[in-house]
């Protein structure tokens, strides 16, 4: 059955490493039907939109999408594309999985750990944020609820179990943020009750920081709220090479987004010598997500044996291939 996947190319680079990425999906001869829709500044040239009715609606009908980065310009509409994008679909959990490849710039040589975090409260609330006139006082608003605190602490737990990992970290700051961070370490030390084949542990989020640096091969799953995993996922990027190597996925109970968490990178669009690896390695997750494992699992190692062969590498890779030929390598390895 032919699986309809909305496609948002996005700005700056997003359009060269979307091809570079749909055609390795073409390779695979994947039964998928794209439908390609606009968000970010594209949709703005063309709609006068940053986010159009149309793509929304479509994302809702397809319920898979996969999205290269998008910028939002300042003072226009919305705070975050990618923020009022989770928040109207629900997307409530953000799994950014961080795999060293050797041949990277990784730190070190042993790293998989898989970040959970809530998406859609905690400190990233547009609503209750003021400034007073004089602009000498700033206040934002912290929201966290037992339901939202529950869903992604299980979601945590189920994915460990499915995944076959053994040990889920919970991440807050509940020793001076004693209610909101402390509702949701209460949630999560609650519901490690009902997961006892699953080590568990809890961590406040600075030491988190400093062991990650330290020891990351203590970490298999963390799960944690909304601005604690934005740092997080990104310091765990960091440990093996950095955003270009880093996928992510935002998961609600009807709709799933699949993205390359970096940025536009307006430096270099149009250069064609943008590194695809981490939108590639978002359409390995959603395969995985749509059943797929062993064309996933084929991605990921074409990857891995491309960087090992240092073969056509892009320049933040080491090498000085452009972006189709790096693609070509990749392809070359799918079998």
Request: aromatic share 6%; with cysteine; charged share 25%.
């Amino acid at each position: 059955m032919t699986q309809k996947i909305t496609i948002i190319k996005g700005d700056g680079i997003g359009p060269e490493i979307m091809d570079a990425t749909l055609r390795v999906l073409d390779h695979l001869e994947m039964d998928f039907d794209y439908e390609y829709k606009v968000a970010g500044l594209a949709a703005l040239d063309a709609t006068d939109e940053l986010l159009p009715v149309d793509t929304l609606d479509t994302i809702a009908a397809n319920k898979i999408c996969l999205k290269g980065p998008l910028t939002t310009p300042v003072g226009k509409g919305f705070s975050s594309i990618n923020v009022a994008l989770r928040r109207h679909f629900d997307l409530y959990a953000n799994v950014r999985p961080v795999v060293t490849f050797e041949g990277t710039k990784a730190r070190y040589d042993d790293i998989d750990i898989l970040t959970i975090r809530e998406n859609t409260e905690g400190a990233y609330l547009s609503e209750g944020q003021t400034i007073n006139d004089d602009h000498t006082v700033a206040e934002s608003k912290i929201v966290v609820t037992r339901e939202a605190s529950e869903n992604i602490v299980r979601y945590a737990f189920d994915i460990a179990q499915r995944a076959g990992r053994k040990k889920v970290t919970a991440v807050h700051k509940a020793n001076i943020m004693k209610t909101t961070s402390g509702l949701f370490l209460e949630v999560a030390q609650e519901l490690a009750k009902e997961y006892p084949e699953i080590e568990f542990n809890t961590l406040i989020v600075d030491n988190t920081c400093m062991q990650l640096v330290m020891n990351p091969s203590q970490f298999d799953v963390i799960v944690t709220t909304n601005l604690f995993g934005d740092i997080i996922s990104d310091l765990c990027a960091g440990l093996v090479g950095g955003l270009g190597m880093a996928p992510g996925a935002n998961i609600g109970k009807e709709v799933a987004m699949f993205e390359a968490v970096h940025g536009s990178a307006p430096d270099i669009a149009g250069k064609k010598i943008a590194n695809p690896t981490a939108l590639m390695l978002a359409a390995a997750m959603m395969l995985e997500h749509l059943g797929h494992v062993e064309k996933a699992n084929r991605i990921r190692a074409a990857i891995k044996n491309t960087l090992l062969a240092k073969d056509r590498l892009t320049g933040d890779l080491g090498g000085s291939a452009k972006t189709a030929e790096f693609t070509d390598a990749v392809i070359s390895r799918l079998g």
